[in-house]
């Protein structure tokens, strides 16, 4: 059951405007992940524009590969998070992109600090987005589990 936020009436849960009173239920939906979603995006960005500004100084390029995969699965994932999401894989693909993102940032900005590559503080952004991401986990799983 989905409870219109205007007058309480008890929608079914596939509605995507309140029987009752026409208010549109579905924006409510998509409005709730907006915070991790920005984040990953933001972190996305920096990733992919770190890698080439660091491909362009030939600094570590095969290392940077991590900036790339984890660069776009970020995007996609922060994107789908953003317009609010209700497909598990979406969920999977964002913590993935979490666990590793942060593990893999936080090893090349040790690690590029020994060189002189751009090194970004990405592993912080990381860091608030899981804390984000574990805060919504039940509104997350009630939106996979209707979806
Ligand atoms: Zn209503």
Do not use: H
């Amino acid at each position: 059951m989905t409870k219109c936020p205007k007058c309480g009436f008890e929608n079914p849960p596939e509605a995507k405007y309140c029987l009752n009173c026409g208010y549109r239920l579905v924006q409510e939906e998509r409005e709730r992940f907006e915070g991790s979603g920005l984040l990953l995006l933001t972190s996305g960005i920096m990733l992919i524009v770190t890698f080439l500004f660091n491909a362009l100084l030939r600094v570590f390029p095969a290392m940077a590969i991590i900036y790339v995969v984890f660069g776009i699965t970020s995007i996609y994932s922060g994107y789908r998070l953003y317009r609010g999401t209700r497909s598990l894989a979406d969920v999977i693909v964002a913590s993935v992109s979490i666990i590793f993102g942060f593990a893999g940032t936080l090893f090349l900005y040790l690690y590029g600090l020994a060189f002189k590559g751009l090194v970004t503080p990405d592993w912080i952004i990381y860091l608030v987005a899981a804390v984000k991401l574990f805060a919504d986990r039940k509104k997350l799983a009630n939106a996979v589990k209707r979806g």
